[in-house]
């Protein structure tokens, strides 16, 4: 038996060994708050049997201590040395200054990767022409480090220890917009009058501006090491997918592709006890604790003294005891009310019962770890992304955003006292905290998963979105648009012409024109409602698997269907299928299935059938007895619909019924389903199921397929029209099609994105590609399948 056990053992070895990788990590950012981001990480992927390499600032190990497969490469001296003298000495806490401090980061940040890569340890790395990796980690905020992607030539996945920075989303392809979706770097999101607006679009002007003309710097000192690199407009390119350390939720959702995966939260790990101590401490306070912390990128004891003085007097007259993170071993002013240490357990400190509130930096690390402990906040945001975090906080109602530089005391006793006072801040964060962590994978295994995904298939290049790394020409299709527009001058220019020569010939004399003036996870059963109206078999097998298992999880489903799948009175008792078949299939048949005849260039008189049967269909099943006794029942009500996408009328039911919607497709996205939900819209980057011909267009193509476009989109305006009249034949107040549109909560696709095509979408679309598909089953017996 022991022997057994030992070969199986051995066996499990060497398997777990062939399917081993050989990773490099290299996380340059002279910062604690980052590094401890990527731990988790790379820990657990030599823990699951990879040969992991680590450059990094602070080492989690002492030198020798670290598993065997588990290299790192410290290089903390020379960076630390480099950022302070950089970036921490002009950091003042006036969050204005947006561009001067992202100007000192880059400058940093820059040198900081110039030192490293002239280090021994780093030169003996690249020089070992014997050493080979299989992938590249590589921090997302630090563009010269893409040069490893050059020297090793294997997949690359930038990291972020918070969101993304500088072009990340761009050179993956997802959409940018200074508004929908802002930078971290905004100093204020929700709300704008015209002049933060225009403030807003110059700040980002100038940082764009900023990280351009730094590129070439960030060139240059690439050059010095290496002679034949590329741009990193070039390295780019060579990005594979990008981890985030955020949730989408708080970010702010915005559509990307599928290689950007969120990891927020990753860097947590299970609570420990607190110090003795500081459990005595906390347990002993009467009125309950405020913790104060700038986080570890700011040293408090460099603030102004006016700014101390102000902090220090508001917290001084608090009834609470004040714990606050001081780096120095005097505080100006302390109170005996106030405690300072160097150093404290953040995240097992935030929640102990009687933490009231956290007085924070708004650095996202910390944010994530108040989120989880439910523990309200009040933010003085000083540099980078915390003035976003703090503008989220404000959104959320989760916490107050005050500006360190105009601080008074009357405006910091007011925010303390509000977000300890009114319960509903800590009520949100909680809210807040439910909606973040209801989801199927933790973040790192989420990130272990994707990571191990690109390490099986070689990289991740089919993840990427056609828009990555594409410039604004490409884009805007700009050769297309001149052309169509050098036409129409063309065509205005031979009318004016031959209006000319006819009006010579008439009045034989010229035109003279006078210029004109101008103007300038539900825990408990649910009522489910699914609604699937087209009367198609291929339809509608795809919505049965989860109808019918929301039904076996205890949810109480009712489907209007043309193809029940059970005869009538034999389905599950908490099942109803409501029978609306023959009217759907007469209607289908007389409208669209006699007016197709297989021509594929007819798309648009295809798509007004289809239309037309559909407005039909839905109109007929509204009349239906079934249909209607169901929708008089006043005492019926759901928790949920179920939506067929592709059947705009079908969203009268959010009207009646006022529940959540989830629109979902047998296909792909119909009609106008991925604008419903914010998805990126472009006619040749991410186009229409309805399109002919998609790849290597000539000019001539793309004006056509612009042309099948517009007239598609046109008629489906057009049968918006008919949509709203049938509509209003059977409810006096029902709102058009177009406000309907605005319930739909989320969309399931039946398609995977790598077949459909790479889009960026927002974290509302759902992918589920092969939905309908079952296990397979032994071919029936006693048929001759012989040919």
Not at 661 to 683: E, F, K, P
Request: aromatic share 8%.
């Amino acid at each position: 038996m022991k022997i057994l056990i030992c070969i199986t053992l051995l066996l499990s070895i060497f398997a777990n060994y062939d399917e081993a990788a050989r990773i490099l990590a290299v996380f340059p950012n002279p910062s604690i708050s980052h590094q401890v981001v990527f731990r988790p990480l790379t820990q657990e992927l030599a823990r699951r049997g990879h040969e992991v390499t680590v450059i990094t600032t602070d080492p989690v190990f002492p030198e020798g201590k670290a598993p065997a497969n588990l290299t790192e490469i410290d290089v903390h001296d020379i960076s630390y040395d480099i950022w302070r003298k950089i970036f921490l000495a002009s950091t003042k806490g006036n969050k204005d200054d947006v561009v001067q401090a992202m100007t000192a980061i880059v400058t940093a940040l820059t040198a900081v990767v110039d030192v490293q890569l002239k280090d021994e340890k780093v030169l003996n790395l690249i020089r070992d022409k014997s050493k080979k990796f299989d992938l590249l980690l590589v921090e997302a905020c630090v563009r010269p480090a893409l040069v490893f992607s050059h020297i090793y030539k294997v997949p690359v996945i930038q990291i972020s220890s918070f969101m993304a920075t500088f072009d990340n989303y761009a050179n993956i392809g997802a959409p940018i917009h200074p508004f929908l979706y802002p930078a971290l770097t905004r100093q204020r999101i929700q709300n704008l009058t015209m002049i933060e607006k225009i403030t807003e679009f110059y700040n980002d002007f100038m940082l764009n501006r900023l990280y351009d003309s730094n590129m070439e710097k960030e060139n240059e000192m690439l050059r010095s090491h290496f002679k034949d690199i590329p741009p990193i407009s070039e390295l780019n390119n060579n990005v594979d997918m990008l981890f985030l350390n955020v949730n989408p939720m708080f970010e702010g959702i915005r559509p990307v592709p599928p290689s950007v995966v969120y990891l927020g939260g990753l860097h947590q790990v299970p609570h420990k006890p607190l110090p003795k101590d500081l459990q005595s401490y906390m347990d002993s306070s009467k009125n309950g604790v405020i913790y104060v912390s700038f986080g570890t990128n700011v040293d408090p004891t460099k603030l102004p003294a006016d700014r101390i003085e102000v902090l220090v007097k508001t917290l001084s007259q608090l009834p609470y005891d004040i714990l606050w993170k001081w780096n120095g071993d005097v505080l100006p002013g302390q109170t005996p009310n106030i405690k300072i240490a160097k150093w404290l357990p953040q995240p097992d400190l935030l929640i102990h019962p009687k933490l009231k509130l956290f007085i924070t930096q708004a650095g996202l690390q910390s944010t994530d770890e108040a989120i989880t402990a439910g523990v309200p906040l009040v933010a003085i945001p000083m540099f980078g992304d915390q003035s976003f975090n703090a503008e989220r906080y404000e959104y959320f109602k989760i916490g107050k955003k005050l500006s360190m530089e105009k601080l008074t005391v009357e405006d910091f006793t007011n925010a303390i006292n509000t977000v300890i006072n009114d319960k509903s801040y800590r009520e949100n964060m909680v809210k807040l905290r439910t909606l973040i962590q209801d989801e199927p994978m933790s973040p790192l295994e989420r990130a272990v998963w994707w990571t191990e995904h690109v390490l099986r298939h070689g990289g991740a290049r089919h993840l990427r979105g056609p828009a990555a790394n594409m410039s604004w020409a490409e884009y805007l299709e700009l050769e297309l648009v001149f052309t169509l527009l050098l036409g129409l001058l063309a065509v205005i220019s031979v009318l004016f012409v031959i209006l000319r020569s006819l009006y010579k010939m008439v009045f034989g004399s010229t035109v003279t024109s006078k210029p004109k003036k101008t103007k300038p996870s539900h825990d408990e059963a649910a009522k489910i409602l699914a609604v699937f109206p087209i009367p198609s078999i291929s339809h509608q097998v795809v919505f049965r698997p989860l109808t019918h298992e929301l039904a076996k999880r205890g949810h109480e489903v009712t489907v209007i269907t043309t193809d029940p799948a059970f005869p009538k009175g034999k389905a599950p008792e908490n099942l109803t299928e409501i029978d609306v078949h023959d009217i759907s299939y007469e209607l289908w048949n007389k409208i669209f299935m006699a007016s197709t005849k297989g021509n594929k260039d007819d798309v648009v008189m295809v798509m007004s059938a289809i239309m037309d049967a559909l407005v039909a269909i839905v109109d007929a099943q509204l009349k239906d007895d079934k249909v209607k006794n169901l929708i008089s029942d006043k005492s019926k009500h759901f928790d949920l619909l179920l939506l067929e996408a592709c059947v705009r009328p079908a969203l009268v039911y959010s009207h009646i019924y006022k529940a959540p919607v989830i629109q979902i497709s047998s296909l792909g996205a119909a009609l106008d389903n991925y604008a419903n939900v914010g998805a990126s819209i472009h006619t040749f980057l991410y186009p229409a199921v309805t399109r002919q011909r998609l790849h290597n267009l000539s000019l001539v193509e793309k004006v056509k397929e612009l042309y099948y476009d517009f007239m598609i989109n046109k008629m489906y305006g057009n049968s918006m029209v008919k949509e709203n009249e049938m509509l209003n034949t059977h409810f006096t107040n029902v709102p058009p099609v177009a406000e309907l549109n605005n319930n739909v909560d989320m969309l399931f696709l039946n398609v995977h994105p790598v077949f459909e095509g790479i889009r960026p979408v927002p974290p509302s679309v759902v992918y589920m590609g092969g939905l309908h598909q079952k296990p397979n089953k032994p071919l029936p017996e006693g048929y001759d399948f012989r040919i």
